[in-house]
């Protein structure tokens, strides 16, 4: 005899609301459910349906727009389980998305594919970063045709003279501040340097000097114009900044879902990669964090937070755990480099707080 579940109760298992679980039913997505009165019941063995949003994300996902660098922290491994915890109604009843620190954007380009939300904002207090978002979306072609000059000139040297050409190109990155007559071509050298440097990473010396060697690459693709082109169109309505995180205050509501992924607090002295920048994101700021995503969620606006998990390292090390012990805290399991010094790659959680 087949055991059911109230939509209640289905909706509890799932994580997802009741309202939700009597669409799916109503649409055939369950097997087997029934109605009791004008209740929908639902077997108890039954699988929670694959969202069609997210169904369609993974077949457009090869085509569509992703991240145009690869950057520290960027949450391409992390995206399924983000997925999995966005709140119910995106794109419905939560029609405003923002990220305060968008890096790379993996997670911003992979809802840009499947919702068209009313409106979005992005920003990162990365100057140089945010000028690459701003020009891909109003200078686009003129950039791609930079980057193909790049690529030429890149692909006739050899090994030895690729890299005398990276560290000109880096000298000539870092002799030039930003300005509104340089901002393409300042854009064509941050993608060049982000597709050809050690690891892809972004490091600065006290003096804001970029200051990340040579990597050795067989084939960097410099300029991918049709992830390029893909992103020039869907981030023409985005609101771009760059300046400090708070600056959301001024644009989430209650129709908002906010996506924090600040630099996470490192699990150990040597294990910390926090600095993008010059200025560090110390255990202050995490607090200072804290304190705005405890405002805005008062607010009625939607949070999401992503952040290292300290019991990896130290059980008793409660600094999240306190900080935000109000809202809903989940341990999800990522792969990452846990300490610098053995080198060693593992599972180690990390944490995702949600307000919902
Ligand atoms: C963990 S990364 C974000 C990674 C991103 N989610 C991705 O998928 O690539 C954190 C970002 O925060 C930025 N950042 C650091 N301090 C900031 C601040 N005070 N305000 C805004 N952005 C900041 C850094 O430049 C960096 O790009």
Redesign the pocket.
């Given at each position: 005899m087949i055991q059911y579940m109230s939509a209640r109760e289905a909706a509890e298992k799932w994580n997802i609301s009741q309202r939700r679980v009597s669409i799916l039913c109503s649409e055939s997505r369950i097997p087997d459910v029934a109605m009791l009165g004008n209740m929908w019941i639902i077997p108890r063995n039954a699988e929670k349906p694959v969202d069609a949003r997210m169904k369609r994300n993974i077949i457009l996902e090869k085509k569509d727009a992703r991240?145009f660098?690869k950057?520290?922290?960027?949450?391409?491994q992390l995206l399924e389980v983000l997925k999995a915890n966005l709140p119910d109604g995106l794109g419905e009843k939560i029609t405003k998305y923002a990220?305060?620190?968008?890096?790379?954007?993996?997670?911003?380009f992979d809802l840009l594919n499947v919702y068209s939300f009313e409106e979005v904002y992005i920003?990162?207090?990365?100057k140089e970063?945010m000028n690459v978002f701003l020009v891909v979306k109003t200078n686009c072609n003129k950039l791609i045709n930079e980057l193909k000059t790049i690529q030429k000139e890149y692909e006739k040297l050899g090994m030895d003279e690729q890299q005398i050409y990276y560290y000109a190109k880096r000298d000539l990155f870092n002799n030039c501040e930003l300005n509104s007559e340089n901002m393409i071509s300042k854009a064509a050298l941050f993608i060049f340097l982000n597709k050809t440097c050690f690891n892809g990473l972004?490091r600065v010396n006290k003096s804001g000097k970029f200051n990340v060697p040579a990597g050795k690459y067989k084939n960097p693709l410099i300029c991918d114009e049709d992830n390029l082109v893909s992103i020039s169109k869907k981030v023409q309505n985005v609101i771009m900044r760059s300046?400090?995180?708070?600056d959301i205050e001024t644009f989430a509501d209650d129709k908002t879902l906010v996506?924090f992924?600040?630099?996470?607090r490192p699990l150990s002295v040597t294990s910390g990669f926090?600095s993008?920048?010059e200025?560090q994101?110390n255990d202050n700021?995490q607090i200072k964090l804290a304190h705005l995503y405890k405002k805005l969620s008062d607010k009625g606006v939607k949070v999401l937070l992503?952040n290292s998990d300290p019991h990896n390292v130290n059980y008793e090390d409660d600094f999240f755990d306190e900080l935000y012990k109000e809202f809903n805290i989940q341990r999800i399991t990522a792969v990452r480099t846990i300490n610098s010094k053995s080198e060693k790659r593992g599972n180690v959680t990390e944490l995702l707080i949600k307000n919902y």
């Open positions: 991240p660098v950057w520290a922290g960027g949450k391409g990220e305060p620190f968008v890096g790379g954007g993996a997670l911003l920003n990162d207090n990365n970063l972004y300046c400090d995180y708070h996506y992924d600040p630099p996470y926090t993008y920048t200025n994101f700021d992503s």
